[in-house]
């Protein structure tokens, strides 16, 4: 038996095209489908799977922006991580875990599928998705006029992330890293305990 000396090459793999679809095929797709997708650059890309912990945070969240708002003058409406945020300029669409609207909320799309108008989000980091909530998925949110207020909260630990838009292109930034703080939300006017935010989570010793 000859045995060969050549090393092994695996089989070339052809380049084939991303498959990119149209708005209208991506919204007919999520709906009949379990998982969440976001639509990137005409693709259907699926979202992992979050924690306990995280939806934990993100229902405590929009919680505590209901109990806070309830009194105030102007009609807040709170959205849960089902929501899509469309961003027309992108031609894009994403979840937040947690939103808001001041008023009525306006969409994109005669079904009401995609929101246009939030002023406050709210994103639960993990670290699978951090970098992206931070840098990529803000870019985005950031080309929505009506958007005020960015909050990342960790979930393994007490810290909350705060950026409030003072003027076109000029973003303030806040941290809170104290279990009695709050996370003042300038946009609407009210301050939320991180304490409740956290309630029912077990977050790191320090």
């Known amino acids: 038996m000859t045995v060969s000396t050549q090393p092994y090459s695996p089989p070339l793999k052809l380049n084939r095209p991303i498959r990119k679809y149209t708005l209208e095929q991506y919204l007919e797709k999520e709906a009949k489908s379990v998982d969440k997708h976001e639509f990137i650059d005409g693709q259907i890309i699926k979202m992992p799977y979050a924690k306990g912990p995280h939806n934990i945070i993100a229902a405590n969240m929009m919680a505590q922006l209901i109990i806070q708002t309830v009194s105030l003058d102007k009609s ?41 108008n939030p002023i406050v989000v709210v994103e639960v980091l993990s670290k699978s998705t951090s970098k992206y909530d931070r840098a990529g998925k803000f870019a985005k949110y950031k080309t929505l006029e009506s958007f005020k207020e960015y909050v990342l909260i960790r979930q393994d630990e007490c810290y909350a992330e705060i950026w409030y838009r003072e003027s076109p292109g000029r973003w303030q930034e806040t941290i809170v890293t104290d279990l009695k703080g709050e996370i003042p939300l300038q946009a609407m006017d009210i301050m939320v305990s991180i304490e409740q935010v956290y309630r029912n989570v077990e977050l790191k010793e320090k």
């Open 76 to 116: 807040y409406t709170v959205f849960a991580s089902d929501q899509k945020v469309y961003f027309p300029s992108l031609n894009e669409g994403v979840y937040a875990d947690a939103l808001a609207v001041c008023e009525k909320p306006l969409y994109w799309d005669d079904n009401q599928l995609l929101l246009i």
